[in-house]
């Protein structure tokens, strides 16, 4: 994949949702194939429910997936069973997905706990002719409708990208994520070979910390204390640890010198990417995975079959996506990475992965952190502090 048709999917995937989320029309539906377009027919002659069961809730990312997700089922005229919670639980989860099916789900929205945790839940609701949507994660067990989410490879390459341009020595602190899931696999992945390849001569800490916020802040603590002047970077896998990390660099007096890369562009981070405390971060879709994965939910609800080739709804493409031996088709977003002002870094690549990441300006009012900032009383408001 090269620089330009990664940045002009970038480009259609937020203008699409900018019109979508300022406006309470459905006009975003358009130039989405026929499958989509079906199911939008079917849809406005009643109200489809659909279930929705989550790991989390407790994230603002996942905060701000809910509130789009309220908002576009209405559009959508849909109903939702839901979302259910399972607080990192399995076991939960399946038994909650089960409930979902017998509760009259037509189909489910789910974000898995992890990629080979839903074998149960997928057996029962193939069983009573349900189908699946994933958000944000592959499934390697079993077949669903259909996976919503960002390459998070392409997530790894970007903060490889941006530290490596700037550290040739030292320490690099990977806040990783949870190894068991396909994002914090393939995220902490991305990260090693293209460090590895691209900056040999610094030394990389992989302290896991299964998505804990806890767990990664004492982490960073740890290396400040160790590794002093010497830790030259921290790339958090996702948001929560900046409320720890970035306070306490700035009373080690380490603002500007430490680094600090990110995932998912919630409000607060665009907010210190303006301020210079965060260096960069990758704006995970929430606006994107909330639409298409309801629009994918009225898809199989109404028995539209879908192909790899297809029209994406945040790429231009429908592809499979593997996992475990395990494939399923999939919608690969492309995220947009922000810096304070847009660069272009150039990288040996790996694992097939583009060899030039191009940045968006944290100024722009489409990101979708923006969006969600500006109508919740702007990015660094109290309200949008976690």
Known sequence: MTALPVAAAVVAAVTLIAACSSSNSSSSSSGTGTGTANSTASAASGTTTIGVDLTYNSTAFWAAYINYETQYAAQLHIKLLGPLLAAANASLQNQQIQDLVNEGAKA???????ATSLGPAIAYASAHHVQLISVDTIVGVGKVYMVVRASNTIYGLDACAYISSKVKSGYVLDLEGDLTSSNGADRTNAFDQCMTANDPNVHILKDPTVWTEATAVTDAQNAVNAYGSDLKAIYAQWSSPDLGVLPLLASKHLTGKVLVVSDDGVPFEMCDISKGSLDASQSQPANLYAYWALKYALDAA??????AGDPGGGAPALQMVTYAGDSNLGDP?????VTKTGQTF???PVDGLPGTVTSTAVSDAQLWGNVYGSAHGGVCSAQNAS
């Open 333 to 337: 977003m492309v995220a947009p990475f």
């Open 108 to 114: 489910i929205i789910v974000n898995p706990e992890t």
């Open 346 to 348: 150039n990288v040996t």
């Open 302 to 307: 109404n028995g539209v079959t879908l192909k």
